[in-house]
């Protein structure tokens, strides 16, 4: 009785993938095979992503859960990388999104996977022109659309920024020498 009121209520696919299942032949039968390519005469319905965690046993084992669609990446082209190296194609400036004002200093970078992005010139001042080679990290600068990665300061081409006291670290800025 009991295995009659599982399959019911558990759906071909599951009840196939069950320990319970009885074990099937090598040799299936003709009748076996017209049986499997029929369709359920209930519609299975997918349960909504909001309400996936309100489900209950029944609900579970009709229609299954849905998993959660995967993070949008931050910054696509690195893809689990932290960094990556390229060369300039352009350097310039833009200017920033309302309510922001001034002049924004970016570079088209091509990246060593072949891919060309926008990245941000953090710092006052570089020393950044074409051909350079570069180091690429993630990050988007915050005012600027479209810009989602930053140069890392300090590094290859990319001098530090200089005479910097606080926050040296993220701009490749060596400690002052003192007397």
């Known amino acids: 009785m009991p295995l009659i009121l599982l399959r019911r209520l558990i759906r071909p696919s599951i009840l196939s993938s069950a320990s319970f299942a009885p074990a099937r032949s090598l040799r299936p039968s003709i009748a076996a095979t017209a049986f ?3 369709t359920p005469t209930f519609a299975i319905r997918p349960i909504p992503a909001s309400r996936a965690h309100k489900c209950t046993l029944i609900q579970v084992l009709r229609q299954g859960r849905i998993a959660k669609k995967a ?15 390229g060369v300039c194609l352009k350097v310039g400036t833009t200017k920033p999104k309302k309510p922001n ?10 990246l060593s996977t072949g891919k060309v992005i926008t990245a941000y010139i953090p710092g006052e001042g570089h020393n950044v022109q074409q051909h350079s080679v570069v180091m690429v990290r993630g990050g ?9 990665y930053h140069l890392v300061r300090g590094a290859l081409d990319l001098g530090g920024v200089g005479s910097r006291i606080t926050s040296r670290s993220k701009y490749g800025t060596k400690k002052p020498k003192t007397a």
């Open 36 to 38: 499997q390519n029929t």
């Open 71 to 85: 993070r949008k990446l931050r910054s696509p082209q690195l893809k689990n990388r932290p960094e990556l190296k």
């Open 101 to 110: 004002s001034g002049e924004r200093k970016i570079a088209r970078v091509r």
């Open 140 to 148: 988007r600068a915050q005012d600027c659309p479209g810009v989602k």
